[in-house]
């Protein structure tokens, strides 16, 4: 069956513009997963859906970060009037519950620079 | 505050040898550790797991190892091949979120 999927793959955008990136997480997984990898850095979590639970926030690095699952499927990340510092790749991940042992599934990332 | 620490960069092995990941964690809660493996312009692929009730699990070449009492799992590849070639992360599970460490690029030279 298909993966986890991103789009767009690369997006390049002007300081102080707002994006859009999109995650579509495997069929029937019920968790999804926002991570973002800066250059030279580990994965860090940004954000966690979990069904109809309120989502876990605790790694979204300001107010200007902020992201929704719609239907418990697709799921948007939006940053609002980009920073240089944003620029990152931002991972996609989703697991079919959140039990302890279930592994996560990453999607191959978008690739944002903020110019 | 890093959680969940790779202390080295890069490691470079000879093929057919054995390589050795390592990874340091502070927060004596963590119940569950992961090894993921990461391509260039690949989202990173699960290898490999051990819940802290043991201290070994055994996957083929891959092995990983935890020492509760040191905060402390390696991940054992033997023998490596060119193939192994990547980003290696290792990875805490905490109420269902992943803290991952910084990576180790791992190269396996023929």
């Known amino acids: 069956g298909a993966g986890v999927s991103q789009s767009p793959s690369n997006k390049v955008t002007e300081k102080g513009k707002d994006v859009e990136l999109r995650c579509d997480p495997i069929s029937g997984h019920t968790a999804l997963y926002w991570y973002r990898q800066s250059l030279g850095q580990g994965l860090e979590f940004l954000i966690y859906f979990q069904g109809n639970s309120a989502p876990d926030k605790s790694g979204l690095p300001s107010d200007r970060f902020s992201a929704e699952r719609t239907g418990g499927s697709v799921s948007t990340l939006t940053i609002q009037r980009t920073q240089q510092e944003d620029s990152a790749v931002y991972l996609c991940?989703?697991?079919?519950?959140?039990?302890?042992?279930?592994?996560?599934?990453f999607g191959p990332g978008t690739r944002l620079t903020v110019l | 505050d890093q959680q969940v620490k790779q202390n080295s960069p890069s490691l470079s092995v000879q093929e057919g040898r054995i390589s050795i990941l390592n990874c340091d964690y502070t927060?004596?809660?963590?119940?569950?550790f992961l090894w993921y493996k990461k391509y260039p312009a690949e989202g990173p692929t699960f290898l490999i797991s051990?819940?802290?009730?043991?201290d070994k699990n055994e996957d083929g070449r891959f092995t990983v190892f935890l020492n509760k009492s040191a905060k402390h799992l390696s991940l054992h590849i033997v023998p490596s091949q060119p193939g192994d070639s990547a980003v290696y992360f290792c990875?805490?599970?905490?109420?269902?979120?992943?803290?991952f460490g910084q990576g180790t690029t791992l190269q396996v030279k023929p």
């Open positions: 927060n004596s809660m963590f119940d569950y």
């Open positions: 990875a805490a599970k905490n109420t269902g979120k992943l803290i």
């Open positions: 051990i819940s802290s009730i043991k």
């Open positions: 991940a989703s697991s079919p519950a959140p039990l302890p042992y279930n592994e996560q599934f």
